[in-house]
């Protein structure tokens, strides 16, 4: 029978689909890295998140991996190329928390032009400073998105109801423009955006995206919003945009400090660059929550089945 680890917690809909389809399917979701590798020596497929990196040192001990299956999109924590020089079969999911990313998307940037985190801490302060919460409309901006995968193109459909021009660039994806958006070059993007929102994975091409010299190249002041990846915007070089006013104002889902031991980051000592964003009135963190709801989470499991199964059928 062919087994197959469940190194994370997922949906049990996956767990359930491929039990039916006659998979053998075993929880490893507490196992450490070092008992995971006398575990998946015999195993036929696991199903992760981003607990244990599958990196050369566990893939070499599971002789015989058929695939890997991750709950997300990112692929950052498998070691790829070995995968590939194996033959293991990769799966993602992007598809099952697209919408979500695109709705998070969406309401960090609202709040930002809204001012509504400050609004909100005023007026449970007793404070009715109307003036001083005076928002920017959405409608008449050009809105540039870097990445046209899944959730760039669901950020895009969810901008549909709102008068922007959306700019759209893609390294890898070409001929996507339609009458809501333009394809076009990072220059261009560069030049025309009120808003820059990042849909980007996580690769040598792309850690640190977001340096000082693309803020200098940025053409005007603008917002920005970081939905991707932790290193592909550099925290330092934003803070000296946003104390430079280049940067207007931001939305990050996701950090580059961000690792498996974020719980503990505040019990250190918190790097100068840090310290200001959460100071910053401008500013929205949120915990990579940005695909992470409810029916992203079914969402996610489902799609995994069905690319699992299809493919083993």
Known sequence: MKTVLFIDTVHPVLWDRLEIAGFNCVDATQSTQGELKKEIENA???????????????????????????????????????????????????????????????????????????????????????????????????????????????????????????????????????????????????????????????????????????????SKPFYLLNLSRGKIVSIEALVEAMKGNKVLGAGLDVLEYENATFESFHQQELPEAFEYLIQAKNVILTPHVGGWTNESHYKLSEVLADKILAFYS
Not at 174 to 187: H, M, P, T, W, Y
Request: with cysteine; proline share 2%.
């Open 44 to 218: 036929f497929g696991v199903v992760i998140r981003s607990r244990i990196p599958m990196d050369v040192e566990v893939l070499d001990a599971a002789k015989h991996l058929e695939f890997i299956a991750r709950s997300g999109a990112g692929m950052e924590n498998i070691d790829v190329d070995y995968c590939h020089k194996r033959g293991i079969r990769l799966f993602n999911a992007p598809e099952g928390n697209r919408n979500a990313v695109a709705e998070h998307a969406l309401g960090m940037l609202l709040n930002i032009l809204n001012k509504l985190n400050q609004a909100d801490q005023e007026v449970r302060n007793g404070i009715w400073n109307r003036e001083g919460n005076r928002g920017i409309e959405l409608d008449g901006k050009n809105v540039g998105i870097i990445g046209f995968g899944n959730n760039g193109e669901a950020f895009a459909k969810k901008l549909a109801g709102f008068d922007v021009q959306i700019y759209a660039y893609d390294k890898y994806k070409k001929n996507f423009g339609d009458q809501r958006v333009i394809e076009c070059s990072l220059e261009e993007l560069m030049e025309k955006s009120d808003v820059i929102s990042f849909h980007i994975p996580q690769n040598e091409e792309t850690i640190y995206f977001a340096d000082q010299d693309f803020f200098d190249n940025v």
